[in-house]
DNA sequence: TTGTAGGCGTTATCAA
DNA sequence: TTGATAACGCCTACAA
């Protein structure tokens, strides 16, 4: 099979016990010794065998993450930024990611944790798309497990995460369309138990606060974070007797899909009907017209958590356990008259 | 810590072999201590080591997957519905997937692979976005270990693998813009070595053979497949002194950037110049205008590839190592005059 | 500075 | 049908 920590033994004439200490760098071994053994290593093509490491060390060297995936096909490329920064971060400090998909909530999505952690197959986790009063918190605080969060889920459990000011950026976007002289603000929403969408919504409204444009319940739609879904209620909302002459989308996915369903009526985004995104994707800044968002470091996120996290497992209480994010207004032509 | 299958039998009374035995189902144990030793397991909430087993069966039940990442931010979108087809369907085979980044072809990319397969932490990869005489294939083979590819090398070696039609593919969008009274197709492709690279530019010269257009070495450019890269290599294709009338991308991200200079020059995608993409992403159905594309059903694509691969770990050789895949021609607005 | 020995949790071989 | 026992490859007291 492959080659062992024994072969190179074997070869030098040495105990395992010598070469596996050479090998983690010990100080209790003659620097010839040590030598000797790397050189050895380097030649017969020696890496370690995981799994005999993880049983003996306890640790796996692997995070895990669970891909929120809600129809297969109809997906926010939010989530390939998100996963490079995290898998980028992880493979600098030698972690590895280990991914699954589930539905948010199901019934997978639990055995998928509790497999992963009862069976000692990941050191922990990243948590993403938190809900209110997400049980994965409650659960992985219940056992202890290591364990980093993208946003709060709004219990008054004290862990390791990273905040990005959802509310601040939304009620900057109302503020900017006001400025540019629209009147009748929409928002697009997403599923009311979502925490950006309690975030991004209070945020909608205190914009219309401040600038002392009315709020309208019927102003307020709901999607599921797809384009799909947000071309279907943008055509509700454009239906209506008194329709919107902005719409604010909870993401920039959703937004996508209202720009079309804008340009099927025959209107134009931005001359007739402001439109605005949430993340900053890169597709953002390509469409016709460009998109008016909040952006997000998504890349930096990812790495960040990861950071979080892993200091999280080596206990160094050095580290700050929340980190808070600023987005920033790209401001762009779907929000010019 | 955790249960183990220690403290099962000790609870019962039994030897560990005989609670292991019942609990993988062996028929050598009687059904009365098989259905009390499951009963006691599912009480005890017990979960199996990882890294027991896999030092035990030298499985892991894992497959390893390597993102190809070119400059951090700008991503190609279908990685990630790639990505979620891959995860479910290891999912339903109860295999885990293992994820990391490196650019293609660099040294840390060999790393990983040696890493990985050296020290057991796979069982199988799948490989994506293959190059002429691919590397990873010929190590890989030579390796004997098990892996599953996304097109051909090129190579005379036969290999488990996924092929889609790209050059019948791209000859069907010269066809049809041509069709659509078009005269001065361009072709925008990325690295020369990428073996999408060959094939369709392949396609390309075929379709204007075909349909009797000329071809003119200054309609091809070179992107880096993304959506800034084909923004750019339009822009260059627009201020020659005979531009093109329709351009032709490698892949939809390149398509958006090419649809978004064309607007800012002031020319209309359609009326003026032909856009077409490649993949059929989600978001070509939303741009504006929709993208006329070649789509892929990458989310069964990456389904596909894992379930060769498993048969391939498996041995079983049943299931055929090659599967063909026709993509269909998307007719959208932004190849209508 | 080096070697011996035991064990991490499982599974597989053999004997009872 | 069940139970001892020996690995899998590595790490680490402890002893030499």
Redesign the pocket.
């Given at each position: 099979?492959?080659?062992?920590?024994?072969?190179i033994?074997r070869k030098l004439?040495?105990?395992?016990?010598?070469?596996?200490?050479?090998?983690?760098g010990?100080?209790?071994?003659?620097?010839?010794?040590?030598e000797k053994v790397r050189q050895a290593a380097l030649e017969m093509g020696?890496?370690?065998?995981r799994?005999?490491?993880q049983?003996?060390?306890?640790k796996t060297d692997t995070i895990g993450y669970i891909l929120p995936v809600s129809s297969p096909q109809h997906t926010e490329s939010f989530h390939t930024v998100f996963m490079e920064g995290m898998s980028e971060e992880a493979a600098i400090h030698r972690y590895d990611l280990l991914i699954s998909t589930a539905p948010p909530s199901s019934p997978e999505e639990q055995s998928i944790y509790q497999s992963w952690i009862q069976?000692?197959k990941v050191d922990g986790m990243i948590i993403n798309r938190i809900q209110l009063h997400d049980w994965r918190v409650h659960y992985l605080a219940g056992q202890l497990f290591p364990f980093c969060a993208l946003e709060d889920s709004g219990d008054d459990l004290d862990y390791p995460r990273v905040e990005v000011a959802n509310q601040a950026g939304m009620t900057a976007l109302v503020q900017h369309i006001h400025q540019q002289g629209y009147q009748r603000p929409a928002f697009i929403g997403g599923p009311v138990n979502l925490k950006i969408q309690q975030d991004r919504l209070q945020g909608y409204l205190d914009g219309l606060q401040i600038t002392g444009l009315p709020y309208d319940p019927l102003l307020v739609e709901t999607s599921d974070l797809t384009g799909i879904s947000g071309y279907l209620a943008c055509q509700r909302l454009l239906s209506s007797n008194f329709p919107p002459d902005a719409i604010l989308c909870i993401n920039d996915d959703v937004a996508f899909g209202v720009m079309r369903a804008i340009h099927e009526t025959g209107l134009r985004v931005g001359r007739d009907i402001a439109v605005t995104g949430f993340d900053g994707l890169q597709e953002s800044g390509f469409t016709t017209p460009s998109l008016t968002t909040v952006e997000q470091p998504v890349h930096e996120i990812g790495r960040e958590l990861i950071r979080i996290l892993l200091a999280e497992i080596q206990n160094q209480s050095a580290i700050e356990r929340l980190r808070r994010i600023t987005p920033s207004l790209q401001i762009r032509e779907s929000t010019q008259k």
């Amino acid at each position: 099979m492959s080659v062992t920590i024994r072969d190179i033994a074997r070869k030098l004439n040495l105990s395992i016990t010598a070469v596996s200490r050479a090998l983690d760098g010990y100080p209790d071994i003659s620097a010839a010794t040590r030598e000797k053994v790397r050189q050895a290593a380097l030649e017969m093509g020696y890496v370690p065998n995981r799994a005999a490491r993880q049983l003996r060390r306890q640790k796996t060297d692997t995070i895990g993450y669970i891909l929120p995936v809600s129809s297969p096909q109809h997906t926010e490329s939010f989530h390939t930024v998100f996963m490079e920064g995290m898998s980028e971060e992880a493979a600098i400090h030698r972690y590895d990611l280990l991914i699954s998909t589930a539905p948010p909530s199901s019934p997978e999505e639990q055995s998928i944790y509790q497999s992963w952690i009862q069976s000692h197959k990941v050191d922990g986790m990243i948590i993403n798309r938190i809900q209110l009063h997400d049980w994965r918190v409650h659960y992985l605080a219940g056992q202890l497990f290591p364990f980093c969060a993208l946003e709060d889920s709004g219990d008054d459990l004290d862990y390791p995460r990273v905040e990005v000011a959802n509310q601040a950026g939304m009620t900057a976007l109302v503020q900017h369309i006001h400025q540019q002289g629209y009147q009748r603000p929409a928002f697009i929403g997403g599923p009311v138990n979502l925490k950006i969408q309690q975030d991004r919504l209070q945020g909608y409204l205190d914009g219309l606060q401040i600038t002392g444009l009315p709020y309208d319940p019927l102003l307020v739609e709901t999607s599921d974070l797809t384009g799909i879904s947000g071309y279907l209620a943008c055509q509700r909302l454009l239906s209506s007797n008194f329709p919107p002459d902005a719409i604010l989308c909870i993401n920039d996915d959703v937004a996508f899909g209202v720009m079309r369903a804008i340009h099927e009526t025959g209107l134009r985004v931005g001359r007739d009907i402001a439109v605005t995104g949430f993340d900053g994707l890169q597709e953002s800044g390509f469409t016709t017209p460009s998109l008016t968002t909040v952006e997000q470091p998504v890349h930096e996120i990812g790495r960040e958590l990861i950071r979080i996290l892993l200091a999280e497992i080596q206990n160094q209480s050095a580290i700050e356990r929340l980190r808070r994010i600023t987005p920033s207004l790209q401001i762009r032509e779907s929000t010019q008259k």
